[in-house]
């Protein structure tokens, strides 16, 4: 399934993998399977009775959950030797719940602290499991007396806060705070009705272990989370009221603008993405002079219409809507953009209207109104997706030329089932959207979305595909189909630069198997995210093929209608690399896209104390070309 890289750990320090190995006897380790992606670690598949939803709230089918997830979790760790360090911590953070959910309290705490010690991200490390651990502490402290966890929880919680350096953990916190503020009974036990709801009926009771560890952390939260998250929720005010403070911006400083009426060249810029509006960008547009706005495919090239560029729909048919559609929408567009700029508001603890809005209509949600509300904000997403890429990759170059090439993105929470006809098709329309931009004469493109392997898996089972073996089986088909189709046309194409970003799940894109992030070509080009002052962001992707990191925290840009909106994601640092290349190619129109990388990455400033973590800088790169 591919997806937009919009949201939600790091390579293992050396000392901490050098200290497992110095403890642990050859003879473990050689008895112990090797895991070198996702796709060796084993699948698990449990029993329910009735619905998700309605065991979620049985103490006995959640007991007996618990017993068989933990039994398959240390046997994985036993028998695996799991090097990635994003699914060892997956794993204790299912312990973690397990633990919490047996109020084993320093169980829970054991795991919080193994849980951190994979983590590389500073921000991370200081608040991963910051919940559970207060909790843990706080139930010791006060034993069974209610009154005295919640004052020495919100005591702790507060002291721990006070502890962190503030610039560091700030955007976590914030994004905690609003994650708390929407939390309810209703908005939890719909999202199980929409998404594991249908997947149970339609396999007979017969789960995954992906949404068995959903389930228990779900009851972890109704159970223990639900009834402080108002004291959660207050703490965090306080600390974000009595610490509040703008992060510097290193970008401003950074930028380039090209100058209007120069001598520069044209550069074409295709942006691969959820479709464009064109309207906002009159005068940088890449224009097909062959075609005409009539119905017909007037140049004979397989495509009507496609004026400043082409589109496909979900199932991958040749259409010439270059803007997705926002019919499906269950209420009118402008309301589903104000409760979107709500949820950007609360993420960044800006107190606005919009975001008092979206707290009172997600506090007002019923079970059976959830699953509609997040479809339209997912759908609503896709819309702006495109057009808020393209103002980035455009900004300050008046000669860029922006050629749109729309993939359409299923928004459901059960999406359309995969298959290996649906998989050729969609690498058919790969085919042809890359031969298309060759033959437009495209420089550089942008593609700002993802999937992996363990997608199409999970959409599987969505659809109600039953044997755990048989869903792993298509899915690797389906996903050699996907990757080979892409990876094949990218190489292919070895004069145009493709720029990607690396995506939001905090996770190695090899080890996770994710495209295009996980290919590894010389005219590809991967980019992680950062924020305003150059901090890693909580979400990032990270990984070998990683070159760089750009601005993906709030950036401002361009939605349909010519309005802008601060988003963020490495849907957002992308183009931020894919407007820098621009704008080297209008100044130097014969460099290749080895070229343009090596000037990129050499240009690049390493991040105070973490050298591997290159953030462009446009204006040391741009010194470099004229030298």
């Known amino acids: 399934m591919i997806r937009p890289a919009c949201p939600s750990a790091p390579v293992r320090p050396l000392c901490?993998?050098?200290?497992?190995?110095?403890?642990?006897?050859?003879?473990?380790?050689?008895?112990?399977?090797?895991?070198k992606s996702?796709?060796?670690?084993?699948?698990?598949?449990?029993?329910?009775?009735?619905?998700?939803?309605?065991?979620?709230?049985?103490?006995?089918q959640m007991a007996a959950l618990a017993k068989s997830v933990r039994k398959d979790v240390l046997e994985v760790l036993e028998k695996y030797d799991i090097q990635d360090p994003t699914t060892l911590q997956r794993y204790h953070l299912v312990l973690m719940n397990l633990a919490m959910l047996g109020q084993d309290w320093d169980g829970v705490l054991e795991q919080v602290a193994k849980v951190r010690a994979l983590e590389q991200k500073e921000s991370a490390r200081l608040t991963s499991g910051l919940a559970s651990e207060v909790i843990a502490l706080a139930r010791k402290e006060a034993?069974?007396?209610?009154?005295?966890?919640?004052?020495a929880f919100k005591k702790l919680l507060a002291e721990r806060i006070r502890a962190m350096p503030w610039k560091v953990v700030e955007d976590d916190l914030?994004?905690?705070?609003?994650?708390?503020?929407?939390?309810?009974?209703?908005?939890?036990?719909?999202?199980?009705?929409?998404?594991?709801?249908?997947?149970?009926?339609?396999?007979?009771?017969?789960?995954?272990?992906?949404?068995?560890?959903?389930?228990?952390?779900?009851?972890?939260?109704?159970?223990?989370?639900?009834?402080i998250k108002d004291h959660i929720v207050a703490v965090?005010?306080?600390a974000i009221a009595a610490n509040r403070v703008t992060k510097p911006d290193i970008w401003q400083e950074r930028d380039v603008v090209l100058p209007e009426g120069g001598r520069l060249t044209p550069v074409i810029v295709a942006v691969w993405d959820s479709g464009v509006d064109v309207k906002p960008f009159v005068g940088q547009l890449w224009t097909n002079e062959k075609e005409k706005l009539d119905g017909q495919d007037s140049d004979g090239n397989g495509f009507v219409d496609d004026v400043h560029g082409i589109a496909f729909d979900l199932e991958s048919r040749r259409v010439p809507e270059l803007l997705c559609?926002?019919?499906?929408?269950?209420?009118?567009?402008?309301?589903?953009?104000?409760?979107?700029?709500?949820?950007?508001?609360?993420?960044?603890?800006?107190?606005?209207?919009?975001?008092?809005?979206?707290r009172a209509k997600m506090a007002g949600l019923k079970p059976d109104e959830v699953k509609p509300f997040m479809e339209d904000l997912g759908l609503f997403g896709n819309y702006i997706h495109g057009t808020h890429v393209a103002g980035i990759a455009a900004a300050g170059n008046p000669y860029a030329r922006l050629l749109v090439a729309r993939i359409t993105f299923d928004h459901r929470i059960i999406p359309r089932k995969p298959s290996l006809e649906n998989a050729q098709k969609e690498a058919e329309a790969v085919r042809a959207t890359v031969a298309y931009f060759k033959q437009s004469g495209a420089r550089v493109v942008n593609m700002s979305w993802g999937g992996s392997r363990d997608d199409v898996e999970r959409a599987l089972e969505a659809n109600g595909m039953e044997k755990a073996e048989e869903r792993a089986a298509l899915a690797r088909q389906i996903f050699a189909i996907q990757r080979e189709s892409l990876e094949t046309a990218l190489r292919d194409a070895p004069d145009i630069?493709?720029?990607?970003?690396?995506?939001?799940?905090d996770n190695d894109v090899e080890f996770s198997e994710l495209i295009p992030a996980g290919i590894d070509l010389p005219n590809l080009l991967v980019v992680g995210a950062v924020d305003q002052a150059g901090d890693p962001t909580s979400f990032t992707s990270f990984g070998k093929t990683v070159k760089v990191y750009a601005s993906g925290f709030e950036v401002d840009s361009f939605i349909p209608g010519g309005q802008r909106m601060k988003l963020s994601g490495t849907s957002m640092a992308a183009p931020n690399a894919t407007n820098l290349a621009a704008k080297l190619l209008a100044r130097k129109?014969?460099?290749?896209?080895?070229?343009?990388?090596?000037?990129?990455?050499?240009?690049?400033?390493?991040?105070?104390?973490?050298?591997?973590m290159l953030l462009i800088n446009p204006k040391k790169t741009m010194q470099l070309l004229q030298n």
């Open 38 to 60: 996702a796709d060796d670690l084993p699948r698990h598949t449990y029993k329910l009775a009735g619905s998700a939803s309605d065991a979620v709230r049985s103490e006995d």
């Open 16 to 35: 901490l993998a050098l200290a497992a190995l110095l403890l642990l006897p050859d003879a473990a380790l050689a008895d112990k399977i090797p895991v």
């Open 325 to 358: 559609s926002v019919a499906d929408l269950s209420r009118d567009v402008s309301e589903v953009s104000k409760y979107t700029k709500g949820l950007l508001d609360l993420q960044a603890a800006i107190e606005s209207e919009d975001a008092a809005a979206l």
């Open 497 to 505: 630069l493709f720029i990607c970003a690396a995506g939001n799940a």
């Open 236 to 238: 965090l005010d306080e």
């Open 589 to 612: 129109p014969d460099l290749k896209p080895t070229a343009v990388i090596d000037l990129i990455v050499r240009g690049a400033d390493p991040r105070p104390g973490e050298k591997r």
């Open 174 to 227: 914030e994004a905690r705070r609003a994650g708390a503020q929407v939390l309810s009974e209703s908005l939890l036990i719909g999202q199980m009705q929409a998404a594991f709801d249908p997947v149970v009926a339609r396999t007979g009771g017969e789960i995954s272990g992906d949404i068995a560890q959903g389930l228990l952390g779900i009851r972890a939260q109704l159970t223990f989370i639900l009834p």
């Open 143 to 151: 034993r069974d007396d209610n009154a005295a966890f919640a004052a």
